[in-house]
């Protein structure tokens, strides 16, 4: 017998089907963002980032073209298992002979290469509009801002990002979640907190009268705590932007679990908005003491923030994109590492004696609860994530980082 057939069938007497799990596994997509492999530039502006966010690190061999990064893309997708989306951000942007257009004027063609590439790689594409970065960014602030022609350049940018989600859907023939996170905020205390709301909520509405297919486009509102530099007041705060979605159907909270203070847990959340959504989505990411996109592991916190989405019924309910960057290790290990917690979070959820663990709780059986939920996380995963790895054609163990090596070696020690 193999390893995988006895895992198998210590997982039957749990009432687990090991096989079931991993074929539904294959059909869950989870979105890789391309801003891991250059660390958040995009291609549209020099500036430097900006928005509240930061990435630390100078490790060499950083994709500076779209071949690049689509190069590096491939390479990172090729050592993971399970289904994938491409999530793309509006500085993203790839124009051709030297034209040029301003966020306010981008056009689905300045997202063509983007769409073959996808295509032929039979995925999907997320998109984000990109509200920082660039020198329309006022004294910090975007769709919030009091300035009316800020206000209005960056409301076009978000209708311009419709236009180009319609597209990607209408292309790919997979619904577009198209996300919007602005960094506005303040570093000091404000005299006035509602005035840039009110505005915020404003620019948002009007970014979502711009025609789109509700079943094809998802608009989502992302909200966050604090960022670097606007430390005492972010516009889009949880409150806000869950009041926003939640008065405004078609637009879906978006969670990132980087955005909320250390003991709040976005596992808890998860159940929480299915209370009251069909649909939601996630930022999937790890903050080490502040929102700082460490590469997402197979931590307690993942894993239970998989287990909500699972156990729930919800994987059709729950939008799941992987958000970090982190520019001090190899670029192209870090996706992979960070795409196969991921995927390992959620087959170990799937793999879990959920109905069992509902009935011991329902009963008020706590002392076996305990036992069985202890017990359970001793049962053989490794076996079943190696199969699952073998048969969707990559390396289980850690022989994928030799690919990596051979990369860096052949490829991105070239680079200038
Ligand atoms: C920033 C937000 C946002 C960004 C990306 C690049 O704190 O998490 O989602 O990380 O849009
Ligand atoms: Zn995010």
């Not at 001090?328 to 290990?333: A, C, D, G, M, Y």
Request: glycine share 6%; with cysteine.
């Amino acid at each position: 017998m193999t390893r995988y057939e006895e895992a198998k069938k210590r997982y039957a007497e749990f009432g687990i089907d090991t096989d079931a799990a991993i074929e539904k596994l294959k059909t869950v997509p989870v979105a890789l963002h391309c801003w891991q492999g250059d660390d958040v530039g995009g291609f549209d502006s020099k500036d430097a980032l900006s928005g509240g966010i930061l990435t630390t690190g100078n490790y060499p061999g950083k994709a500076t073209t779209p071949e690049q990064l689509m190069q590096d893309m491939d390479k990172a997708m090729s050592l993971c298992p399970g289904k994938k989306k491409l999530n793309l951000h509006a500085s993203y942007a790839i124009f051709e002979d030297g034209e040029f257009a301003d966020r306010d004027k981008l056009e689905p063609k300045h997202f063509k290469k983007w769409v073959e590439y996808a295509k032929a790689r039979n995925m999907g594409i997320d998109f984000n509009p990109t509200f920082f970065s660039h020198p329309m960014v006022k004294d910090g602030l975007t769709l919030s801002s009091p300035d009316e022609e800020v206000r209005r350049f960056w409301i076009n940018h978000g209708k311009a990002c419709i236009r180009i989600s319609q597209y990607f859907a209408e292309e790919t023939g997979i619904p577009c979640v198209m996300n919007i996170w602005t960094g506005d905020g303040y570093k000091d205390i404000p005299a006035d907190r509602m005035g840039p709301r009110m505005r915020y909520k404003e620019s948002f509405e009007e970014i979502l009268s711009e025609p789109h297919d509700p079943a094809m486009v998802k608009p989502c509102a992302e909200s966050k705590v604090f960022g670097i530099g606007v430390e005492s007041f972010t516009a889009g705060s949880a409150e806000f932007t869950l009041s926003f979605a939640a008065t405004h159907p078609g637009c879906l909270p978006l969670m990132d679990n980087g955005h909320y203070h250390p003991q709040e847990y976005v596992s808890d959340k998860i159940p929480a908005l299915l209370c009251f959504f069909p649909e939601i989505a996630l930022h999937i990411t790890r903050g080490v003491r502040w929102d700082s996109d460490h590469v997402v592991l197979l931590d307690d916190e993942t894993k239970e923030m998989a287990k909500e989405v699972v156990r729930n019924n919800a994987l059709d309910r729950v939008y799941m994109a992987l958000d970090f960057f982190d520019a001090s290790i190899n670029r192209i290990s870090a996706w992979t590492v960070g795409f196969r917690s991921w995927q390992k979070a959620l087959l170990n959820a799937m793999c879990l004696p959920n109905e069992l663990l509902k009935k011991l709780q329902d009963e008020g059986r706590f002392t076996e609860l305990m036992v069985m939920q202890e017990e359970a996380k001793m049962l053989p995963f490794a076996d079943v994530w190696e199969h699952y790895c073998e048969t969707e054609g990559v390396t289980a163990g850690p022989k994928w980082f030799d690919e990596i090596k051979k990369y860096e070696d052949e490829v991105l020690s070239k680079r200038g």
